[in-house]
């Protein structure tokens, strides 16, 4: 034996009833407008802050340390194999680290100039890419929690990372070239949305 549902009123009465077994169920509205393109949010309304210009010096600084290292490690290694003594091996194994650390400065400084953050009242911005640009969006609500990190060279430059870990899409914020003060003002801001998110979704 089994109860067929019986639609009670036509489409014009709302809501819709329907009898199962002598029960009414009453259907919530459904409602699913099309959104007007032009309506939404500008993408350039967004107030993007960039990073600190002493970050340039930072990557310079990177460049110029990793030069030495792979210069340093070319010699070593040309002194124990007897085919790269040569002397035209040698300018051409210099010039070659050379140009290549040029074109990899070149490309980070191209990519320091693009980098942008932004806070709001609901989630946090950043941009990034010179050849691939990319812009992230992350909202309090996926959060987990945040750190702040300062390697050497940023160290003595007053400058910090600011690392945003997200719940679930696995996909990380890393803002780098800050401020150590103003990274560990936006981690105590994240910190304080997290936990009134918590708080809202608790009650």
Partial sequence: MHFVPKLVGSRDNFPP?????????????????RIDISDLPRAEQ????????????????????????????????????????????LIWGISGITVLHFFSWL???????????????RDILFRSGWIVRVEEVCPFSRVQHCSVSSGLIDRNLGLATLRVYT???????????????????????LTQKIGAEDEEQAN
């Fill in 17 to 33: 009833v329907f009898i199962v077994s002598g029960l009414y169920l009453v259907t919530m509205e459904f409602s699913n407008d």
């Fill in 46 to 89: 967004v107030e993007w802050q960039p990073l600190e210009s002493t970050y340039a010096k930072s990557v310079a600084f990177r460049a110029v340390v990793s030069w030495f290292l792979f210069c340093g490690a070319f010699l070593i290694v040309r002194y124990f194999v007897p085919g790269l003594q040569q002397k035209w091996m």
């Fill in 107 to 121: 490309i980070s400084y191209l990519s320091f100039l693009r980098k942008a953050y932004a806070l709001r009242e």
């Fill in 167 to 189: 719940a679930g899409s696995g996909r990380d914020i890393s803002i780098p070239g800050l401020r150590e003060e103003t990274a560990l003002s936006i981690k105590a801001y």
